[in-house]
């Protein structure tokens, strides 16, 4: 089945430390991904998106991921993490050939000083 | 430019009344989808429309719920004789253009709850 799989539901680092946030997908097609970011009462926001290109995509804020076919995974990473970085994030799929996106759960980033 | 306008932001209903949500799309943009997301997950896809057309409604359920997006003025997204199940964030996305590659524009969803 196509889906997407974001590994932690929550994730706490500290202010200037690095951020990972795990996602694994399944797909019977050539994926595109997506990695969106929600502040609390606001919309989604694109970071980043890989469509087939670089597999090391770099997106908004110091954010970028890598897409690995042989992990089936596309995590994201920030070297060094800020307070306004605290927010749910998204890990989303166009996984077949119909319109829909896949989304994953979501994690949560909280960044303490 | 404004991003995709959803209202209201909150909507309160009770059991049996009908809610009505809104989409404007960003300005340009002719491609709009409707998004369900309940309390601890991911949203999940409901409806696909183009300007007078539903493209993909896969994720509808097949009774109570309706979507349109005429040739004027904004999508909505209708859902009759609501129970507390129904209770969730809705959230509209827009698109200029549809494609697996392309990204789409959310605005800041309709908060429905059900008493």
């Known amino acids: 089945a196509q889906s997407v799989t974001q590994l932690d539901s929550h994730v706490s680092v500290s202010e200037g430390t690095p951020v990972l946030l795990r996602c694994n997908y399944s797909?019977?097609?050539?994926?595109?991904l997506f990695w969106y970011v929600q502040h609390p009462n606001k919309g989604l926001q694109l970071l980043l998106k890989y469509t087939s290109a670089a597999t090391l995509v770099k997106g908004i804020n110091g954010f970028e991921a890598e897409f690995k076919k042989s992990e089936t995974s596309f995590h994201l990473t920030k070297p060094s993490a800020h307070m306004s970085d605290a927010a749910e994030y998204f890990c989303?799929?166009?996984?077949?050939?119909?319109?829909?996106?896949?989304f994953g759960k979501g994690t949560s980033l909280l960044v303490t000083p | 430019n404004a991003g995709v306008m959803q209202n209201p932001r909150h909507l309160v209903r009770r059991r049996g009344q009908e809610a009505r949500l809104r989409c404007s799309p960003m300005k340009g943009h002719s491609h709009v989808y409707w998004y369900r997301q309940l309390p601890e997950e991911g949203l999940k896809f409901m409806v696909y429309?183009?300007?007078?057309?539903?493209?993909?409604e896969s994720g509808m359920p097949k009774e109570r719920f309706s979507a349109e997006f005429p040739k004027e003025g904004p999508s909505i997204l209708r859902i009759q004789q609501v129970v507390r199940g129904d209770s969730a964030a809705y959230f509209c996305a827009s698109s200029p253009q549809t494609g697996r590659n392309d990204e789409q524009f959310f605005g800041p969803g309709t908060r429905l709850t059900v008493l």
């Open positions: 797909s019977s097609y050539s994926p595109s």
């Open positions: 429309l183009q300007k007078e057309n539903i493209i993909d």
């Open positions: 989303v799929g166009a996984l077949n050939s119909g319109y829909a996106l896949n």
